[in-house]
């Protein structure tokens, strides 16, 4: 198994027990035990002191957890109580270098005037490995401005480095001009040698006003890093349009994740800029929205009446309920200026957050006296994007006054009133152990539970099921006797 140190890993695992034992087995019926050993200083790391769970059937490791480039087993150990048997199994884990990220502060593609000087800021980029890392730059003249981003053909990087600068390799396409060499020492973007060397170091490109003429430009700036002997680059491109007028940008703000759960309202705002200058006097320009839903069967756009704001104002509301899970939804905000007639266009793609899926949850024992059984609840086969692990989980007692029968309603999910909390936080386990009182003598002594399962995002499953408490007999023998 390769893993890059900065990211998360959850390591599963999955239990089988020989049909022909004939044995009635329950999830507390086994042990598990992980253990988590640095190959090159054979030494086991302290999964108590990381505070990770090392006796479930799950092994979350957080990023930041693993050496550089290190080499790791995992070994779970499961024993059967009952029988006093046990099994393990390993598996190995090597720890590769993450990929560099290289990346413009202005995106993909920027309109500047061309008596203004502006700056290109990659400094953002960085390398999730944490090691040190310098900048090359390459620019060349396009003979025609492109419609698109998309039409620029895509970019490829050779990981050879030339001293000290990396070679870039690109397949024009119509209009564009091969560039050789470094920037300082082509025509098309003529730059002092002092202003790329401090680039190469900074990540900072700096345009004096008037050293580019009106024409469009394929920037290209590349990330490199040496570290062990491994050399790694990548890049990213821009393409400049230099104008004599200003240009309307647009971008589309949104607060925290592009992930959205399903039922939420969503809220949304446009930014106008003239190039790099941030538009306050919004009143100077004319907006327009549109919300498309992306699917197999092509585009579609969702109805005005979904919108919870009009459509020609700065901020985009959608109600809640319209979003639907699974589906990814294309923003689209239009800005015209009222004065010069430029517009400017954004686009933002959000995707739905689905609900955990696929599981259940149940008691052990399904019956049992109050306060004296111990009940195991657990949920188990539960399933989500690997981007939205781990799950969480946690446990209530509903109270039977705000049902009808012995099902949980939806509705009672949302009355927090009626519900009693039987964990005091969302757990990373997967079950838990309780003692509960006597079922209502009404509904055959059931009591109503309810377990939310709920993912990283915050999207949550309800999983209902009941379990039979009688009476402690005890007290009722003690009771007959008395009377």
Known sequence: ????????????????????????????????????????????????????????????????????????????????????TQSSSSILINVIASELVAKLSSGNRRWVQATAGFLMDASSSFDPDQQPIFFSWRCSRLSSTPESVESVSSLQTVSSLEQGLALAVHTPADGIQQSSGNMSSTGDCSLSSAAVAQAATTGKLVFQAGSLLPASYFLQVFVHSTSNGIQRSSGFFSVLNVENVKRVQVRILTRGSNRVNQGQALRVEGSVQLDDQVVKRLSDFQFAWSVEATSANGNSEISRDAASTPLNVPVLGIKAGILQSGQSYTLRLIVQSLSSGNQGTSELQIKINSPPFGGTCSPTPSSGESLATVFTLSCSQWSDDITDLPLLYSFSMVDPSSTSGTTVSAASLADKEHVTPLTANRLLLSSTQVSLPEGDNARSDIVLLQAQISDTFGAEAQSDFQVKVQPLQAFNDSSANLA
């Open 1 to 84: 198994l390769s893993v890059t140190r900065f990211k998360d890993l959850l390591l599963t695992s999955a239990v089988t027990v020989d049909s022909c034992a004939g044995l009635q087995l329950a999830s507390n019926d086994f042990q598990f035990s992980w253990q988590l050993t640095n190959l090159q200083t054979s030494s086991l790391v302290n999964l108590a002191a990381l505070n990770l769970a090392s006796d479930i059937a799950t092994l979350f490791v957080p990023s930041g957890t693993f050496d550089a480039q290190g080499r790791y087993s995992a070994t779970l150990t499961v024993r059967l109580l009952s029988q006093g």
